[in-house]
Nanobody
Framework: QVQLVESGGGLVLAGGSLRLSCAAS????????MAWYRQPPGKQRELVAT???????DYADSVKGRFTISRDNAKDTVYLQMNSLKPEDTAVYYC??????????????WGQGTQVTVSS
């Protein structure tokens, strides 16, 4: 089993910054893609950013130029640097990881979610 533990959420003013962290622990052979999702109040979960194990990234249009996803493979950790935050960024943020446990087991895991609230 794998646990994804998120941290870094909180309450910030519009224009501020936060950095989210998500550390994976447990029985991990390797991690392929890692991603951040968010679920605004009353809305569906949406993909925010992804990063492959080769460093390729992709971002939702709404966060391009403001958010940066990164990862530290040695620590099995993915980060989301969020700058120029807007009230519309308010959501519960979830990390997601595609984890290879062995040659036979590959599963996706979700973090518990961390609340990000941006006030105007």
């Amino acid at each position: 089993q794998v646990q994804l533990v998120e941290s870094g959420g909180g309450l910030v003013l519009a224009g501020g910054s936060l950095r989210l962290s998500c550390a994976a622990s447990g029985s991990i052979f390797s991690i392929n893609d890692m991603a951040w999702y968010r679920q605004p109040p009353g809305k569906q979960r949406e993909l925010v950013a992804t990063m492959t194990n080769r460093g390729s990234t992709d971002y939702a249009d709404s966060v391009k130029g403001r958010f940066t996803i990164s990862r530290d493979n040695a620590k099995d950790t993915v980060y989301l640097q969020m700058n120029s935050l807007k009230p519309e960024d308010t959501a519960v943020y979830y990390c997601n990881a595609d984890i290879l446990h062995s040659s036979f087991v590959r599963l996706r895991y979700w973090g518990q979610g961390t609340q990000v609230t941006v006030s105007s």
